[in-house]
């Protein structure tokens, strides 16, 4: 059994930065997979980024590609989503989930956490 709790959210406004994080409990949760999603107002869930569970890979949306960096550290069973130069458009409430699987597949995450909401002001 895995848990996670995001936090880290907040007002910025654009061209900011938020760091998130994504810190977890259980013992088994540094062989598991974590990815970041995203739901804005109206809006279908989203994939944001991903790391894989050795933290050799990583993954990006289109959107988010060279302003967002995933990172995790294990000793601290914390994932870290930093995000520069935020937009409006990224206005969502994010959530970080884990998976034992592969971490591009969002139906393949077995645990979620609550999320946390960001909002970019213009």
């Known amino acids: 059994q895995v848990q996670l709790v995001e936090s880290g959210g907040g007002l910025v406004q654009a061209g900011g930065s938020l760091r998130l ?3 977890a ?3 088994t949760f540094s062989t598991y997979g974590v990815g970041w999603f995203r739901q804005g107002p109206g809006k279908d869930r989203e994939f944001v980024a991903a790391i894989n569970w050795s ?3 990583t993954y990006y949306a289109d ?4 302003r967002f960096t995933i990172s ?9 989503l930093q ?9 969502a409430v994010y959530y970080c989930a ?3 699987g592969r971490v591009t597949r969002a139906r393949e ?7 946390t909401q960001v909002t970019v002001s213009s």
């Not at 995450?109 to 999320?115: A, F, H, T």
């Open 83 to 91: 995000m520069n130069n935020l937009k409006p458009e990224d206005t």
């Open 98 to 100: 884990a998976t034992s």
């Open 55 to 57: 933290a050799t890979m």
């Open 21 to 23: 994080s994504c810190a």
């Open 63 to 66: 959107s988010v590609k060279g």
């Open 109 to 115: 995450y077995d645990y979620w956490g609550q999320g």
């Open 72 to 80: 995790r550290d294990k000793t601290k069973n914390t994932v870290f």
């Open 25 to 27: 409990s259980g013992r």
